[in-house]
């Protein structure tokens, strides 16, 4: 299982070991977006920097569009099916994209790859930046509606 992992607030005002967390995340900038795999020192993270990011379970299909239309190389070059079937065993986007939705592989193996993946702003706004997801806000886990957040900012 993967998570995408997006940041919400900015860094006005934040204690010193939740900026290091966050740049551990490398999320340097409001609406940057990595993968993580589900594991417990991620999940510690994730439990540190809850009130300035958002995550959730990323499907394929989701992924497959963001490596497509925000994806980028080195030197910022698009991600191309030919890259994908060159520098990996896999044929094309979309069977990388599930592959690294299913936690088989890691986003970062591709070589060349930039970890960041940086999104537009979601139209029609964030619910709320103070508040948890849970509490009507844009802050923490959301679960499978990361997914919805997700198609909002491509």
């Not at 991620?42 to 959730?56: E, F, P």
């Not at 990996?88 to 939705?101: E, Q």
Request: glycine fraction near 8%; charged fraction near 30%.
């Amino acid at each position: 299982m993967t998570f995408a992992v997006i940041r919400v607030r900015g860094t006005v005002n934040v204690k010193k070991d939740i900026k290091e967390t966050l740049s551990m995340l490398r999320l340097h900038r409001v609406n940057h977006c990595v993968l993580i795999s589900e594991s417990p020192q991620y999940k510690g993270m994730l439990q540190k920097v809850k009130d300035y990011v958002t995550w959730g379970e990323i499907e394929d299909k989701v992924l497959k569009d963001m490596i497509k239309t925000h994806g980028r190389l080195e030197g910022e070059n698009e991600i191309t099916d030919k890259y994908v079937k060159s520098n990996s065993d896999y044929k094309n986007i979309t069977d990388f994209a599930s592959s690294v939705a299913k936690g088989d592989m890691k986003y970062s193996d591709l070589k060349n790859i930039k970890p960041i993946i940086r999104l537009h702003p979601p139209r029609k706004g964030y619910e709320g930046i103070k508040r948890a997801y849970a509490a009507g806000g844009a802050l923490g886990y959301r679960g499978k509606k990361i997914n919805d957040l997700i198609k909002r900012m491509l």
